[in-house]
């Protein structure tokens, strides 16, 4: 299928504005350069609060005062390094009012700050943190999910594959599964549509700057994990696009997690560019997805 319309329009009025490359400046360029293009958020929730989360920042959405709730612990993306709370305002607000559920989005450390295994420490702390104190976020801790987007969803692949807490669910969206990027989808959509396959580089160089851990390893590359790894993990949705260097390693995530045994859906957005979950103003396709995810999560919690 072609590029969507809607995405084309989007792609070439970015290519007008003449920006640079994410890869050509520093992580906190990249940073500034995504908060100044930051869209506020407008879609009101019940509850909104930035809480402490065992050590680790977060903020939690409660779309309704009803108790035991049940709660989506959602990792933003960005490559590992740019992203927070803000950046993904809009994605947790729509997940908590469309699916009924409480979400708590976590502010886990950015390399090359805090390379690798910081940031992923910091979601396994904050999951922990959330499963013994659901409670008093008003949330059932037997109905406890994790899920998010680009490197967010890698890094919540691969805390469902170590099971630190029960978890219900995991949603992964364009998740990064093999950092040696060496798939079809990295040649056939190096340039053009939004993550290059050179800023995939820069982001795991980054990431991986510290000196531990590899793209070989299961932790950074939850692709390679062990079957028993993957047997062992949560129902799964699983959300790709066609014109996205991520594509193919998610589609064999999720064809890899089913032909274990893992209950997973998995959905290609035909047409659509990588990150267009987090733009419903200008795709009609995102707010579909957001629909879809928060449908499966409802699904997923509600039993």
């Excluded at 065992?54 to 959602?74: I, Q, W």
């Excluded at 949330?139 to 219900?168: E, F, T």
Aim: net charge negative; glycine share 10%.
């Amino acid at each position: 299928m072609p590029l969507h319309p809607q995405a084309k329009a989007l792609l070439d009025l970015t290519a007008q504005l003449g920006l640079p490359a994410l890869d050509a400046g520093t992580p906190q360029q990249a940073r500034d350069a995504r908060a100044a293009r930051q869209v506020p958020a407008t879609e009101q929730v019940h509850e909104i609060r930035d809480i402490d989360a065992g050590g680790v920042p977060a903020r939690l959405y409660r779309p309704s005062d009803t108790e035991g709730l049940g709660l989506l612990v959602y990792l933003h993306g960005g490559g590992w390094v740019i992203g927070n709370l803000d950046s993904h305002d809009n994605v947790c607000r729509s997940l908590a009012n469309r699916s009924g559920h409480a979400v708590l989005s976590i502010d886990y450390r950015l390399a090359p700050e805090h390379p690798f295994p910081a940031g992923l420490g910091d979601c396994i702390q904050a999951t922990r943190w959330s499963y013994a104190n659901a409670a008093s976020l008003g949330c059932d801790p037997q109905r406890v999910a994790i899920g998010g987007d680009s490197a967010g969803a890698n890094l919540a692949a691969v805390v469902a594959n170590i099971g630190p807490v029960p978890l219900r669910f995991q949603m992964l969206v364009y998740p990064v599964t093999d950092c040696r990027r060496g798939s079809d989808s990295y040649t056939d959509n190096a340039n053009g549509y939004f993550l290059t396959a050179s800023a995939m580089g820069w982001f795991v160089d980054h990431y991986l700057s510290g000196g531990e851990g590899s793209p070989d390893d299961p932790r950074v590359s939850p692709l390679l994990a062990a079957d028993a790894a993957l047997r062992g993990s949560p129902p799964a949705l699983v959300i790709t696009a066609e014109f996205d260097p991520l594509r193919d390693e998610g589609d064999l995530y999720a064809a890899r997690l089913a032909e274990l045994g893992v209950t997973t859906s998995h959905v290609r957005f035909a047409g659509m560019i990588h990150g267009f979950v987090s733009m419903p103003e200008w795709l009609d396709d995102a707010v579909s997805a957001q629909a879809l995810a928060a449908a499966a999560l409802k699904n997923a919690l509600d039993r």
